[in-house]
């Protein structure tokens, strides 16, 4: 199922009108990347290097080893914050445009039995943000055992990709309890999907497109999941009542 989105989602950026929802997140991606770089990776690596186990690999001569996973520390944190801003800016503006785009030319079959609701939808992506800089905070002090410091940042990236896109990719077209059924049925592969945007997020520029991605995956896989969880059925609305047939 992931592949599957992840193929279609290639054959939709075959369509070149798909790319002018990509460059403003891209941008903006960009801009605040070099602009935390330019005014904290360096302090950000100073702090580091003074924490454990940094602090500990610089006092057993290795220095130049606690200066290079600190940096990269650095630079995750940073890119962690600058994704977290264009996701929101994704969220918000560009996932809308892809729903409506694919809703017509790829899932025209399913009917929109969901509630379009900005405020709903802007108020998940919010509460997401919060709980993934919560997350970041909380676990922190896991960065001490081998290893975790590089799997977390993976970690959170992915579950805030999940917590965000899969809700706003369903919120039109899925009932409630057509969510909830969804959401117990594809926790692992929603996931699974979001450490592969969480891990696209850190190939060089090829990144700065991620949350842009993400949402076009996401869309893919959650209109197909819901077309098969309705096993084919074509809803017809009418003004007065829904009929399956």
Request: proline share 4%.
């Amino acid at each position: 199922e992931v592949i599957l989105a992840l193929r279609r989602s290639l054959v939709t950026l075959g369509q070149g009108r798909v790319w002018l929802y990509f460059f403003g997140p891209a941008i903006f991606a960009l801009i605040i990347m070099i602009g935390l770089s330019w005014f904290l990776l360096d302090r950000l690596i100073a702090s580091f290097v003074e924490q454990p186990p940094m602090s500990w690999i610089a006092s057993w001569g290795a220095f130049w080893l606690a200066k290079l996973l600190a940096a990269l520390g650095g630079w995750l944190l940073i890119l962690s914050a600058s994704y977290l801003i264009a996701m929101l800016l994704t969220a918000v503006v560009v996932l809308p445009l892809l729903l409506k785009h694919l809703s017509a030319t790829d899932y025209p079959d399913l009917a929109r039995m969901g509630s379009d609701s900005v405020a709903a939808s802007t108020w998940n992506s919010l509460w997401a943000a919060v709980l993934f800089i919560i997350g970041w905070l909380v676990t922190l002090p896991l960065w001490l055992v081998p290893g975790l410091g590089l799997v977390l940042p993976f970690f959170w990236m992915a579950w805030l990709n999940r917590r965000t896109f899969a809700y706003d990719a369903l919120a039109v077209h899925a009932a409630d309890g057509e969510w909830r059924e969804l959401r117990r049925r594809q926790a692992m592969p929603l996931l699974a999907l979001g450490m592969v945007m969480a891990l696209l997020a850190h190939v060089p520029f090829m990144g700065l497109l991620a949350p842009s991605l993400a949402a076009l995956a996401y869309v893919h896989f959650c209109l197909e999941a819901l077309r098969r969880l309705r096993q084919g059925a074509v809803v017809s609305i009418s003004e007065q009542a829904e009929v399956w047939s």
